[in-house]
């Protein structure tokens, strides 16, 4: 694989961008994500306070910050989105939305945010871009939040997964190389409550038309990579199961 500069955005397909930071001292690694679709653009669990500088420099290389119309949040934890009410403020749309689970927004509320968000339990887990593009979102409960949710781009047959396939570890790559399910394991066991939870979201995912699964942490996998992790995890023992 050529080598990638993680110093810029790297384009992940012609309307999907990795904005992350890459931190060569870390072990774990935070994937913001921007998708393009005509007059809409939706960043994707836009990260920590820390990172916020890097990710907005690598969104205005693309984009100006007041094309954001959305911005969709998987849960709550800091690192997927710490910065939400500063990027809130940059973006400075008075129409911007903001999906997420109500478990979720139940809490995103404490980060100082001034939007209402968009509860896409309450909208039958789904939302059209202007363009007519249908986003899915997958309830993924506690896996590692109670409203913890992916989103499922039907047009590229992506999945922003969130934390689900994530990894830590010190040899990251933005695309999966090697062994790639040893670091997968390690974050799994750490943050995935229990291996027949994880299971049941694995069966769930098998039903779908997967080309990308794209991690809030850890490498893109794509192709074959694909089934492979989503059957490597339906029988990984993980959380309460290893205490
Ligand atoms: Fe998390
Ligand atoms: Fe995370």
Redesign the pocket.
């Known amino acids: 694989m050529p080598d990638i500069d993680l110093s810029d955005s790297v384009a992940v397909t012609s309307d999907i961008h990795w904005v992350g930071f890459y931190d060569e001292e870390a072990r774990?690694h935070?994937n913001p994500y921007l998708l393009i679709d005509g007059e809409d653009v939706a960043l994707i669990?836009p990260g920590s306070i820390p990172h916020f500088p890097t990710v907005m420099r690598k969104v205005i290389d693309i984009v100006s910050p007041e094309d954001i119309s959305t911005i969709i949040i998987s849960?709550q934890?800091p690192?997927?989105c710490g910065n939400l009410a500063v990027m809130e403020d940059v973006i400075g749309r008075k129409d911007l939305k903001i999906f997420a689970h109500s478990n979720t927004i139940r809490l995103l509320r404490h980060y100082g945010i001034r939007s209402t968000p968009y509860a896409v339990d309450k909208n039958s887990y789904k939302a059209t871009l202007k363009s007519g593009r249908a986003l899915e979102f997958i309830f993924t409960p506690y896996l590692h939040s109670p409203g913890a949710i992916a989103t499922y781009d039907k047009k590229t047959r992506s999945l922003f997964s969130?934390?689900i396939f994530?990894a830590v570890s010190k040899n990251w790559s933005l695309f999966a190389q090697g062994d790639f399910l040893k670091p997968m394991d390690e974050f799994h066991r750490l943050?995935m409550p229990s291996g027949s939870i994880l299971a049941r979201c694995m069966e769930n995912l098998s039903g779908l038309e997967i080309d990308r699964i794209l991690p809030?942490?850890g490498s893109i996998l794509e192709g074959a990579n694909v089934q492979r992790a989503i059957e490597h995890l339906k029988t990984l023992p993980c959380g309460v199961d290893i205490l």
Do not use: F, I, K, T
């Open positions: 774990l935070c669990d849960h934890d690192d997927v969130s934390d994530g943050y809030q942490h």
